[in-house]
């Protein structure tokens, strides 16, 4: 069974206050590791994919990396805009469908 | 393309009515599913779906029924509803080939069941 643990639940960032966040993961065979972001209220909003160990992807003050065992989401020198849940998912090779085991996410909150 | 679209946004049940939760996608993908988010319970897959008139079990289907009778639509039943089923809803869609495998997600509709 595919686990994922998110840390910190919650983070308070000054502007401009670089930090990560960490999304460790248990899986049988990886198809691709997620990251969305959720507003408050709102449905998730997709950001990246990573398939496999080594990438990194980037958009904006967000980086995503990818190990064996974890993924990382980098954010440099946030904004109060950035304030948002961050939910990480992975997906792995068997059955069918496609699924998606989410964590429970990072809260963020980015202050002035 | 107005992606995933849910309605109702809102609803409060009795215990026992039925309820039909409605998702359009206008992405023409193949796959559909539908979650539930509970408060520090991170999202759970209920039922999903790999084109018209194939569904299949999620991690949590007990109280739901599912249909796909087209590609863009796929509905969500509550029989008899019970406050476990209090809970925010979020359908999704996804393209279902090698290499586009991101779900997009509505805006959810928010149930309470008294």
């Known amino acids: 069974e595919d686990q994922v643990t998110q840390s910190p639940e919650a983070l308070r960032l000054q502007e401009g206050e670089s930090s990560s966040l960490n999304c460790s993961y248990t899986v049988s065979g990886l198809r691709g590791l997620f ?10 909003e997709f950001l990246f ?48 469908g496609n699924k998606l085991t989410f964590g429970t996410g990072t809260q963020l909150k980015v202050e002035l | 393309n107005a992606g995933v ?11 026992g009515q039925s309820m039909t939760l409605q998702c359009t996608q206008d992405m023409n993908h193949n796959y559909m599913y539908w979650y539930r ?46 406050p476990s089923q209090t809970s925010v809803y979020f359908c999704a869609s996804s393209y279902g080939g090698s290499g586009k495998n991101e779900q997009f997600f509505g ?8």
């Open chain 1, 35 to 44: 990251w969305y972001r959720q507003d408050p209220g709102k449905g998730p």
């Open chain 1, 49 to 96: 994919t990573l398939y496999s160990a080594g990438e990194e992807k980037e958009k904006e003050r967000l980086k995503a990396t990818l190990t064996k065992k974890e993924s990382f989401l980098h954010i440099t020198a946030p904004k109060p805009e950035d304030s948002a849940t961050y939910l990480c998912a992975v997906q792995d090779f068997t059955g069918g």
């Open chain 2, 5 to 15: 679209t849910q309605t109702p946004k809102f609803r409060i049940l009795k215990i």
């Open chain 2, 37 to 82: 988010q509970d408060p520090g319970m991170g999202l759970k897959l209920i039922y999903y779906s790999v084109g018209a008139g194939i569904t299949d079990k999620g991690e949590v289907p007990n109280g739901y029924n599912v249909s796909r009778s087209t590609t863009e639509d796929f509905p969500l039943r509550l029989e008899l509803a019970a």
């Open chain 2, 107 to 114: 805006p959810g509709t928010r149930l309470t069941v008294l």
